[in-house]
Nanobody, 125 residues
Framework: QVQLVESGGGLVQAGESLNLSCAASGRTFSTNSMGWFRQAPGTEREFVALISWGGGNTYYADFVKGRFTISRDNRKNTMYLQMNSLKPEDTAVYYC??????????????????WGKGTLVTVSS
C-alpha cells in the first residue's frame, strides 16, 4: 500500500512558523516530483510548492514566495514545507502529493497521482 501522511499542522498566530512533514511509505518517490497543495473552506484546491525528484529544482506559488521553503530527504522518503511569516489567509488544509510519472515537473494537481489526507493549518490574527 502506498501512503502519504502529513503532520505538523496546528494553530499559530500571524507571523509565526510551522514545519510540515510528509512521510511516504509503500514505494520510493526518489524519481518523482512532489508538491504541497492547500484548500480553504469553500474554495478549490490550489498549488503551493513543487520540488523535483532530486530536490535540485523548486517552484512556488506567488503568494508564498519568500516565506515558504520546500525540501525533501529521499533517504527518509520524506518531504517538508517550512512555513514562515504565516498569515491568516494561509489557513487551510495542506496536502502533500507525488507526481504520477517519473522525471516530470508540473505544478498542477492534475499531475499528481498520490495524495495524503491533509493536515490543518490555522493562523489567527
Amino acid at each position: 500500500q502506498v501512503q502519504l501522511v502529513e503532520s505538523g499542522g496546528g494553530l499559530v498566530q500571524a507571523g509565526e512558523s510551522l514545519n510540515l512533514s510528509c512521510a511516504a511509505s509503500g514505494r520510493t518517490f526518489s524519481t518523482n516530483s512532489m508538491g504541497w497543495f492547500r484548500q480553504a473552506p469553500g474554495t478549490e484546491r490550489e498549488f503551493v510548492a513543487l520540488i523535483s525528484w532530486g530536490g535540485g529544482n523548486t517552484y512556488y506559488a506567488d503568494f508564498v514566495k519568500g516565506r515558504f521553503t520546500i525540501s525533501r530527504d529521499n533517504r527518509k522518503n520524506t518531504m517538508y514545507l517550512q512555513m514562515n511569516s504565516l498569515k491568516p489567509e494561509d489557513t487551510a488544509v495542506y496536502y502533500c502529493a507525488a507526481d504520477s510519472r517519473p522525471y516530470t515537473y508540473s505544478p498542477s494537481a492534475e499531475a499528481m497521482g498520490y495524495w495524503g489526507k491533509g493536515t490543518l493549518v490555522t493562523v489567527s490574527s
